[in-house]
């Protein structure tokens, strides 16, 4: 079983499999293989779920972590979880506008969507693991 310190090792790797999911959805789409595309698209979409599914149950169990880093490194991380965290808000009302579009067939509206919601996606997904290679491994805080 999980305990809840293990959480932020789960919710990096959903950040990383929707990344991954995201680049396969990409380049199937790119190569005009639109079945892959749409398996890894809900791929992307179920990894994110998950990510919104752990991270909640972390935050209402542990509250909001402490960076221990100190000197210029401190608003380097805060800027990159700043603009990771509207990215998040961001893709929230987006990604569901994008799926519904596809799924109406609707596929000329996705696409324009599309160009904006999938790289505000990524890199969340990829801030994601940044912030947590910051936070918990490179520069974890150390209770005095």
């Known amino acids: 079983m999980l305990a809840v310190n293990d959480l932020p090792h789960v919710i990096a790797l959903t950040n990383l499999a929707t990344a991954v999911c995201l680049m396969v959805g990409y380049v199937m789409i790119r190569r005009g293989d639109v079945r892959r595309h749409r398996l890894a698209m809900l791929a992307a979409l179920v990894c994110s779920a998950a990510f919104l599914v752990v991270y909640v149950l972390y935050k209402a169990n542990s509250g909001f972590a402490k960076f221990g880093g100190e000197g210029v490194i401190r608003p380097i991380y805060f800027t990159i979880l700043t603009i990771h965290v509207l990215g998040a808000i961001a893709i929230v009302p987006l990604v569901p506008m994008l799926v519904a579009r596809a799924l109406r067939g609707r596929f000329e509206e996705h696409r324009k969507l599309a160009r904006?919601?999938?790289?505000?996606?990524?890199?969340?997904?990829?801030?994601?693991?940044?912030?947590?290679?910051?936070?918990?491994?490179l520069f974890p805080h150390v209770p005095v």
Not at 116 to 137: K, N, R
């Open 116 to 137: 904006w919601t999938w790289p505000v996606w990524m890199f969340v997904a990829v801030s994601g693991i940044v912030v947590y290679l910051m936070a918990v491994h």
